[in-house]
């Protein structure tokens, strides 16, 4: 089953409203990545968090990582039109014989009235 | 990005017909990544890559298998298509075990099945 669960599924808000995806992890993360989906395109890398309680922003966005490694939230203020898209995490977790994998999360769906 | 390349873009045929889908990158990277995207479940690992002679199973390797013809080039795979591989297919790459952890996708080919 899914092991990072993001929510929520869709979200639709008026453009100028804030918006904030979660990210949760049954078992601690080695390190969390953000990637964007525009409409009809591939993910996009955004940005990685590694360590505890790690905080990093990018204009309007901010990305932080629980204290526990478990969680991770994007948050983005006053949306535009082009923030449209799927957000996804992606955690680094322990996998089979010492190997580590990245799982995504189900990704976010944001579509904003203008 | 335009450095990893996948074809064909789009692909519709018939049950129980042999598909084979190519992943092709300029990237000088090591590591290549086979994922198929669903709505609601994310992206989903079918098979990794970390050089030409090593080829591992993701989650979801039924049904599937992969060839690494070269560092650059990464192909999957339906020996037997049915419905439920009906999908989007992305294939990503990543240089190896350096920060930041990021992988790079391609444009993605959709699949149907009929």
């Known amino acids: 089953g899914q092991q990072v669960m993001q929510i929520p599924q869709y979200q639709h808000v008026q453009e100028g409203e804030d918006f904030t995806t979660y990210c949760n992890s049954s078992t601690t993360l080695s390190n969390i990545q953000w990637y964007k989906q525009r409409p009809g395109g591939h993910p996009v890398f955004l940005i990685q968090?590694?360590?505890?309680?790690e905080v990093k922003k990018q204009k309007r966005l901010t990305f932080q990582f629980g204290e526990a490694k478990k969680n991770s939230s994007l948050h983005i203020t006053a949306t535009q039109t082009t923030d449209v898209g799927t957000y996804f995490c992606a955690g680094r977790r322990q996998w089979i014989q010492g190997a580590q994998k990245l799982v995504f999360g189900q990704g976010t769906r944001l579509t904003i009235n203008p | 990005d335009a450095d990893v390349t996948q074809t064909p873009r789009n692909r519709i045929t018939k049950t129980g017909k042999r598909i084979m889908l190519e992943c092709s990158q300029t990237k000088g990277h090591d590591r290549m990544y086979w994922y198929r995207q669903d709505p609601g479940l994310g992206l989903r690992l079918i098979y990794y890559?970390?050089?030409?002679?090593?080829?591992n199973k993701g989650e979801i390797s039924d049904g599937y298998s992969v060839s690494r013809q070269a560092q650059a080039k990464f192909s999957l795979s339906l020996e037997s298509a049915i419905p439920n591989q009906t999908a989007l297919y992305f294939c990503a790459t990543k240089r190896g075990a350096r920060d930041p952890d990021t992988q790079y996708f391609g444009p993605g080919t959709r699949l149907t099945v009929l």
């Open positions: 968090l590694v360590k505890s309680g």
């Open positions: 890559s970390f050089d030409v002679k090593d080829i």
